[in-house]
């Protein structure tokens, strides 16, 4: 048995109710900008499309509790993000408000200099040459000695919304040898990827997660060099753009 209930949405009436509003500023945190485009306030929502700026020298993986603020001062309502794209923020809108000021707030970015995103390992000695910092080590629970798995701890500290970034560790699948030839890790018959993750540990101070990654049981030269394409680096700084 099924239950079928008739739904008209009016779509006329949501674009009488909505409108487009050219921001074209930029929020700045670390040193680096990212641009808020424009908002479409309807009564469906209100989607703000940013981008990064081409000079930031850091590699940003998202923006850390973004929020609208409606209104002014301590008594400003505020509106959580429902859906955070990379270049689209949608916030739960009720139109009810339609003169308010509208003001674009976050506490930081997840974000790692785009200079740093190299790791250097000697697998052989297990011994970590060159890191974006010092939060990273091998994990004795497993050994590429033993089974061709490099497993890598990465503690990640805890924002001031008390959320755990959820972007980790995760490396490029193509690496490089001591002597300049290049490998590709390992696909396990059992996942669709070359890694996997453990259970995460999580204490007042934030979160570590083991990742394990296939590097294959070839001894090769030594050290070899990984291109990290995702790494937790949480950056709390507060900026706001106004919207309306």
Same mark, same amino acid.
């Given at each position: 048995?099924?239950?079928?209930i008739?739904? =008209?949405?009016?779509?006329?009436?949501?674009q009488?109710?909505?409108?487009?509003?050219?921001?074209?500023?930029?929020?700045?945190?670390?040193?680096?900008?990212?641009?808020?485009q424009?908002?479409?306030?309807?009564?469906?929502?209100?989607?703000? @499309?940013?981008?990064?700026?081409?000079?930031?020298?850091?590699?940003?993986?998202?923006?850390?509790?973004?929020?609208?603020?409606?209104?002014?001062?301590?008594?400003?309502?505020?509106?959580?993000?429902?859906?955070?794209?990379?270049?689209?923020l949608?916030?739960?809108?009720?139109?009810?408000?339609?003169?308010?000021?509208?003001?674009?707030?976050? @506490?930081?970015?997840d /974000?790692?200099?785009?200079s740093?995103?190299?790791?250097?390992?000697? %697998?052989?000695?297990?011994?970590?040459?060159? /890191?974006?910092?010092?939060?990273?080590?091998?994990?004795?629970?497993?050994?590429?000695?033993k @089974?061709?798995?490099? /497993?890598?701890?990465?503690? =990640?500290?805890?924002?001031?919304?008390?959320?755990?970034?959820?972007?980790?560790?995760?490396?490029?699948? &193509?690496?490089v040898?001591?002597?300049?030839?290049?490998?590709?890790m390992?696909?396990?018959? +059992?996942?669709f990827?070359?890694? %996997?993750?453990?259970?995460?540990?999580? +204490?007042?101070?934030?979160?570590?997660?083991?990742?394990?990654? &296939?590097?294959?049981n070839?001894?090769?030269?030594?050290?070899? %060099?990984?291109?990290?394409?995702?790494?937790?680096?949480?950056?709390?700084?507060?900026?706001?753009?106004?919207?309306r």
């Open positions: 048995t099924s239950l079928s008739p739904f =008209t949405l009016e779509t006329d009436q949501i009488e109710n909505s409108r487009t509003i050219i921001v074209n500023r930029n929020l700045k945190i670390a040193g680096q900008q990212i641009v808020v424009q908002a479409y306030i309807a009564p469906t929502g209100i989607y703000v @499309d940013i981008t990064y700026h081409k000079e930031n020298t850091m590699k940003i993986n998202r923006l850390i509790s973004p929020k609208i603020l409606l209104g002014k001062g301590k008594g400003a309502e505020v509106l959580s993000v429902s859906e955070s794209g990379t270049r689209t949608i916030f739960y809108n009720d139109n009810m408000d339609k003169e308010s000021r509208l003001t674009l707030e976050v @506490d930081g970015i /974000a790692l200099e785009k740093k995103r190299e790791l250097v390992i000697d %697998t052989e000695t297990r011994t970590i040459i060159n /890191a974006p910092d010092n939060r990273l080590s091998i994990s004795d629970q497993k050994t590429v000695e @089974d061709g798995v490099l /497993a890598l701890t990465l503690f =990640t500290p805890k924002v001031k919304s008390g959320k755990i970034s959820s972007y980790g560790l995760l490396l490029d699948d &193509n690496f040898d001591g002597s300049g030839s290049g490998h590709f390992v696909r396990s018959p +059992d996942h990827t070359y890694s %996997t993750v453990s259970d995460p540990q999580q +204490d007042d101070k934030g979160s570590t997660l083991t990742y394990f990654f &296939n590097v294959g070839e001894k090769l030269p030594q050290p070899l %060099t990984f291109y990290i394409t995702s790494y937790s680096n949480p950056i709390q700084e507060t900026d706001r753009v106004r919207i």
